[in-house]
């Protein structure tokens, strides 16, 4: 509870109890799987590195996919499938990709702030607007070790 404090500190518009319930949705499809993909920007996948090494600790596996540019084919892998794009711009850059990634028979999951032209998708996760973009990396590492934790 006090990280999703935290992440409502940072916050314009954070409602805790939605996000508390989209994460943990997300949690309980992770304990099944037991194998995470991640794709988005270098950047806020750089953020990951940890997440992922602490996740093994845990018998679970985590797979990043990082990409500067257009990404052109996904391997269709088990596990759960998370895009990470703060604005879109993933999505909108990469969409074909991001269908694919989408339609897959595993779970996807979209975190974003921008849950607009998502397509359909199994799980998102909106990340609120925070008083200053300085505070949407550490809302992001808030967000993986509540995972993490509770995983």
Do not use: C, W
């Not at 018998?59 to 990043?64: A, R, S």
């Not at 990470?84 to 979209?110: A, C, H, K, W």
């Amino acid at each position: 509870q006090d990280i999703l404090n935290h992440i409502v500190s940072f916050s314009l518009d954070a409602d805790v109890l939605q996000l508390k319930k989209e994460i943990n949705q997300v949690i309980e499809q992770i304990k099944q799987y037991k194998e995470i993909h991640i794709y988005g920007a270098t950047f806020p996948l750089a953020l990951a590195t940890s997440f992922a090494e602490d996740m093994a600790i845990k018998g679970i596996y985590v797979n990043i996919h990082q990409y500067n540019y257009e990404v052109s084919h996904i391997n269709k892998q088990e596990g759960v499938h998370i895009v990470v794009t703060y604005s879109g711009r993933f999505i909108e850059v990469n969409r074909n990709t991001y269908m694919q990634i989408i339609s897959m028979d595993n779970p996807s999951v979209l975190i974003s702030q921008k849950l607009d032209n998502k397509g359909v998708v199994d799980y998102s996760i909106q990340l609120p607007n925070t008083i200053s973009s300085q505070y949407d990396d550490i809302i992001l590492l808030l967000l993986f070790d509540y995972i993490l934790l509770n995983v």
